[in-house]
């Protein structure tokens, strides 16, 4: 018998592969990017096996290359994310997310007499403790941990 | 400090905390009746607090300014469902300085990032109120003489007091000693804890203070809840524990003065008051000249 290796999401010639993403927030990480309102191709998949994570996510965006600061919004929901980029189907660059120092929207603050959670206030933070990721409200000074953290 | 809002405690740095507390000096020693003139303050209280509101029209009065303002927000356009944002920059084209009193914490921060003139936090919610503290700072310098190296004793609800923490975080620029006393269930949060260890500072916890009273410069009583206690047994328990009373003073220094951010319920008894050491009544008076203070630094008045 023939062994088959097949990948189960198809190859891109130019853009990124995000790896490692938890399987339960790979819709997350494609909104905190605005990969909805993207005219790219885009392929994911999620729940895929891995040693790692147990399920994973992957998500393969044609011809689109973050930034280092607007990658790094996703390491609130995937820390372990692992970027490739990808050209004439190489990857040609690793990269890995890193908890930046401030978080300006993606999270909601977990206090409910916070005034971000009553009127229409873009929420900041600033990161205090990047390991459990630990917010701390701009605004109210609260601290949202990562058991609390509810993306917006 | 000029232009800049007051919204937290930790907006202002020592020297900044001292330079406030000079100049509140001078407006009592000197009142500057016409310091104001032509300057209109708004203050917008959108929950009522009758004491904090008075405090900063006094001080606004006596500089012979104008005041503008809501004094609970049934009053105020937002029963109509103004949003706080449209509020505040309406009320910045017809003020030169707002004070703000909101239930929501954080409404304070987010106003002075909204409004085009400088806004000062008139309380938060539980979060801040940086005036009470530094009207605090004012008394307790003044009943000393100095703020340096005091023995200073936190009495009641540590753990939700905001004043406290804020008191804290401002006293820690001086060397103090702090006693925390309080029930189980009310003692001092542990940020505040890691927060003194990281400076160095010594406190000591306790559940009781009669017997060691005699050590403190400042005793600093907050009222204790009901409301607070998950076990109403506990309360019933505790509740007379935090009671200050004239016999507990006997051997107390002699410099030592009894303050309270009032209004009192029960925590110090009547007999208190003729004490020499009770300084809560004089505490309100220094609100003025220190809100008199703020507001003209601010303005750049000075």
Redesign the interface.
Known sequence: MKERKQLSVSAIKNGTVIDHIPAKNVFKVLQILGLDNVDEMITFGTNFESKKLGKKGLIKVSNVFFLDEEINKIALVAPEAKLNIIKEYEVVEKKVVEVPDKIIGIARCVNPQCITNHETITTRFQVVSKKDVSLKCHYCGKITDQENLVIV | MKNRSLV?IDDYSKDEIIKILDLAEEFEKSPAPNLLEGKVIATLFFEPSTRTRLSFESAVNRFGGRIVGFTDSSTSSVTKGE???DTIKTVSNYSDLIVIR??????A??ASEVASVPVVNAG?????HPTQTLLDLYSIRKTQGTLDNLNIFLVGDLKYGRTVHSLLMAMSHFNTTFNFISPEELRMPDEYKIFLDNLGLKYYEHLDFTDIISRADIVYMTRVQKERFSDPMEYEKVKNVYVLRKKMLKNTKDNMRILHPLPRVNEIHDEVDSSEKAYYFPQALNGVYTRQAIIASILGLT
């Open positions: 937290s949003t706080l944002k909101h239930p929501l914490e954080g409404s921060r987010y938060d919610g539980a979060n801040q």
